[in-house]
Structures are given as structure tokens and as C-alpha cells.
């Protein structure tokens, strides 16, 4: 992290860290796309990190650059120590990588092959990484997956148009669990999704998280269920982390104007408040100006992307809102 100065030692192991990562597309095209301009962060092991932001500010690119399914323009991705960033793709390390780490797809309709049966979706991974001791193994296993996220082995000779959206994406979550990994990225996992299945398939990942020992990296534009999954969030905008911090830090001591702006478009649903409330504008003259930024530490873990002479300000904010009780909710009301 770029100002590690209030930060006291934890024991938190690190899993994944990204140091300065950038992935420009097209570059020196006139269609150049700056999609992630050095961005630094950990994810630990055990944690849901929550990245949110609007559409485009990169967090489906940051996704794909840690699993190196884009090869980072700059930067580093170290898991587990080893840098991602410069494995050669068909290398032993880059084997074991792509079995430890997996992706769980925004669209379940996309993501499944639908001319294959379901148990053969689950198994890909299984027989690319040889797995199964047996055929018989391989149908346990199968079998045993399909429990685990809630469905039943007579729907493993089932093809993926036989199911719902929310079944699909249990689809998509057994696969990702085939290969026993340790990291998953989950890319807008419940968007697609009807508003009743999304809880139910957010409390299936935590449940498996739990017994499991999994490490998310849990990707959304959704911020009011990023916050029920995650521990911390990071909050991006225009290729850049802006803010990163606790989800409670996050979500009642937010500094950054602009996730300040973002937290008062969620709608609350207490329909007197709601009514009384007007979102926050997002000026972004004053905060994205020419001067330098960078992540800086204003309080104990909580991180904001600022100038030297922002400094200041942002840690008295943050003493600030901490003096109160119940933080205000984010938004003007009109009385
Ligand atoms: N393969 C690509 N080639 C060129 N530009 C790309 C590519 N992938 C993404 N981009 C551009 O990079 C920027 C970041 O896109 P990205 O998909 O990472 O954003 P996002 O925050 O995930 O948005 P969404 O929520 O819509 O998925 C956008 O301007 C996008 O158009």
C-alpha cells in the first residue's frame, strides 16, 4: 500500500497483492483505453474484498489482469508470492495458478457451454487437472458438488437451458469449486439475476466461503449487497481505486466525494426517508485535478486516494465523522 505510516503490524497473510497495475487497451491507437491507470492493493486470505464502482471505471479488467486473462500492461500481481504478471502461459506454475484461482461469471447463460451436460461443465476442470482418481470418482465428486451448491445429482445428465438463472449460476459456482482453489474472482455474480435469487446466491457463496477458507474478490456495481458480503471494499473510479476501507468504514466514514456521491444513490428502504433525500452531485473538479495522488493512509486502514495538501483534511474528516455516534446518511434531505 502506497503510505503504510499509521498502519500498525497485523497478522493478516497476504494472498494476493497488486502493486502498481495498469492495463491500457489499443495502446498508441487512436482508440487508446486507459482502463486501469497503477492501481496497488492486498486481498488476505480468508477475506471478501469488495470492488465496486459505475460501469467502465475497470473492475472487470482489474478481474481479468489478476487471473491473466489480459497480461497486465505494468505492474505486478503476486500470489502467493509469485509474480503472475510474468508467468509464461503453459508453465507448470501457470498450471497450478490457473487451478488455485477461478471466476465466477456475471451472465450464467454465457458462461455454460449449452451443448454440454452438467456434470461434464463441472468435471472440465477436474479432467484438465487430473483429479479424479477414477470415472467413479469423478461422478462423487460431481455429485458432491451439486450438493454443495444446492442442487442434486439427477440434474447432472441435465443441459444448462433445463435451469434457472439462479440454478445456472450454482452451475457456475460448483465448476469454479471442481478444483478445490483458493481464490475466487466473482464478476458481477447476482446482476443478471432477479433481485429474489441474488440473497440466495450471495449467503451460498458465504456459506462456502466459511467452510472453505475461500478468498473472494468480489466485483459489483450493486453497493447494498457488496456490503452484506464483504469485509473490506475498495472503490473505483475511472481506472483508479479512490477509497479502501472496512465495509463499515466504507459505508458510514465515507471520505472520497466520489463515494460519497455513490452511497447516496443507494436507495434506503424506509420510504419516509427516502423521499426527504436527494443523491450527492459528484464534483469532480476539485479531486481530480492535475496534483499527484496517491492511497494515502488518513485512518488506521482506511484509504483514500489523495493530493499531499488533501491530507490534512481527509484525516480531520475522518476523526470527524467518527466523533458521532450515528453517522448521518449519506445524502442532503430537504429538511
Ligand atoms: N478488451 C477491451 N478492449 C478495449 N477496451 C476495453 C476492453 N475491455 C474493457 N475495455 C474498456 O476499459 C474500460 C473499463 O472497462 P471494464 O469492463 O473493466 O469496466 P467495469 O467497471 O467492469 O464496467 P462494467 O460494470 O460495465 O462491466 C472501459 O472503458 C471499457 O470500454
Redesign the pocket.
Known amino acids: 500500500m502506497a503510505d503504510d505510516k499509521t498502519s500498525k503490524k497485523d497478522d493478516r497473510e497476504i494472498l494476493v497483492k497488486v502493486e502498481h497495475l495498469v492495463?491500457t487497451?489499443?495502446k498508441g491507437k487512436k482508440?487508446e483505453?486507459?482502463?486501469?491507470q497503477d492501481i496497488s492493493f492486498n486481498i488476505y486470505k480468508g477475506e471478501t474484498l469488495g470492488l465496486v464502482?459505475?460501469?467502465?471505471?475497470?473492475?472487470?479488467?482489474?478481474?481479468?489482469s489478476i487471473i491473466r486473462l489480459?497480461q497486465p500492461t505494468g505492474g505486478d500481481v503476486l500470489f502467493e508470492g509469485q509474480n503472475i504478471a510474468r508467468l509464461r502461459n503453459g508453465s507448470k506454475a501457470m498450471l497450478d495458478f490457473r487451478r488455485k484461482v477461478q471466476m465466477i461469471f456475471?451472465d450464467p447463460y454465457a458462461s455454460l457451454n449449452p451443448r454440454m451436460k452438467v456434470k461434464d461443465i463441472i468435471a472440465e476442470g477436474i479432467d484438465i487437472h487430473h483429479l479424479a482418481k477414477s470415472d467413479a470418482d469423478r461422478d462423487n465428486r460431481v455429485n458432491a458438488l451439486l450438493d454443495e451448491v444446492g442442487l442434486n445429482k439427477d440434474h447432472a445428465t441435465r443441459y444448462p437451458h433445463e435451469f434457472s438463472g439462479g440454478q445456472r449460476q450454482r452451475i457456475g459456482i460448483a465448476r469454479a469449486l471442481a478444483v478445490e482453489p483458493e481464490f475466487i474472482i466473482a464478476?458481477?455474480p447476482i446482476?443478471a439475476l432477479d433481485v429474489s435469487i441474488q440473497a440466495q446466491v450471495v449467503n451460498l457463496l458465504k456459506d462456502i466461503q466459511d467452510k472453505q477458507n475461500l478468498t473472494y474478490l468480489f466485483?459489483a456495481?450493486d453497493l447494498s449487497m457488496v456490503k452484506y458480503i464483504s469485509d473490506r471494499i475498495a472503490v473505483?473510479h475511472y481506472?483508479r481505486l479512490v477509497e479502501l476501507a472496512s465495509a463499515d468504514e466504507v459505508y458510514n466514514h465515507p471520505l472520497h466525494p466520489y463515494t460519497q456521491s455513490l452511497l447516496s444513490a443507494i436507495p434506503i428502504p424506509d420510504p419516509e426517508i427516502e423521499r426527504k433525500r436527494t443523491p450527492i452531485p459528484y464534483d469532480a473538479s476539485k479531486v481530480e485535478d492535475e496534483r499527484p495522488r496517491r492511497m494515502v493512509e488518513v485512518y488506521p486502514d482506511h484509504f483514500v486516494f489523495a493530493a499531499t495538501d488533501e491530507v490534512a483534511g481527509y484525516k480531520a474528516a475522518a476523526v470527524k465523522s467518527h466523533l458521532v455516534d450515528h453517522p448521518p446518511l449519506v445524502g442532503t434531505t430537504t429538511d
Do not use: C, L, P
Not at 464502482?53 to 481479468?64: D, H, L, M, V, Y
Open positions: 492495463q487497451f489499443n482508440d483505453v486507459k482502463a486501469i464502482g459505475e460501469s467502465g471505471s475497470g473492475k472487470t479488467t482489474t478481474g481479468r489480459y456475471q464478476d458481477e446482476s466485483i456495481h473505483m481506472g
